[in-house]
Nanobody
Framework: QVQPQESGPGLVKPSQTLSLTCAVSGDSITTGNTFWTWIRQPPGKGLEWIGYMAYEGTSVYSPSFKSRTSISRDTTKNQIILQLDSVTPEDTGVYYC?????????WGQGAQVIVSS
């Protein structure tokens, strides 16, 4: 069973960089036709698509996040890493890592992030 697991600091100050890690178990992040997506949900709002990394290492970002987002990976640890620069309180929310393998989606439990001074 593929299982993504998000982890991060929980509390970040405004203007800092948020870094979240998605540790994947059950399959390699480099398996063919696999895509690893970061999605977030602000309080009281719907899901927002941030971007994804494909199995071969390319990344695609939402225009809303592209200027301050980086998605990378550590293949030795089987992890996908999200970095979001210059955070504001509007970046508060639950951040999810989703894996898509062929036609099946695997969701992590989410990581709560609060941006506050």
């Amino acid at each position: 069973q593929v299982q993504p697991q998000e982890s991060g600091p929980g509390l970040v100050k405004p203007s800092q960089t948020l870094s979240l890690t998605c540790a994947v178990s059950g399959d390699s992040i480099t398996t063919g036709n696999t895509f690893w997506t970061w999605i977030r949900q602000p309080p009281g709002k719907g899901l927002e698509w941030i971007g994804y990394m494909a199995y071969e290492g390319t990344s695609v970002y939402s225009p809303s996040f592209k200027s301050r987002t980086s998605i990378s990976r550590d293949t030795t640890k089987n992890q996908i890493i999200l970095q979001l620069d210059s955070v504001t309180p509007e970046d508060t929310g639950v951040y999810y890592c989703q894996g898509k393998i062929v036609r099946t989606d695997y969701w992590g439990q989410g990581a709560q992030v609060i941006v506050s001074s």
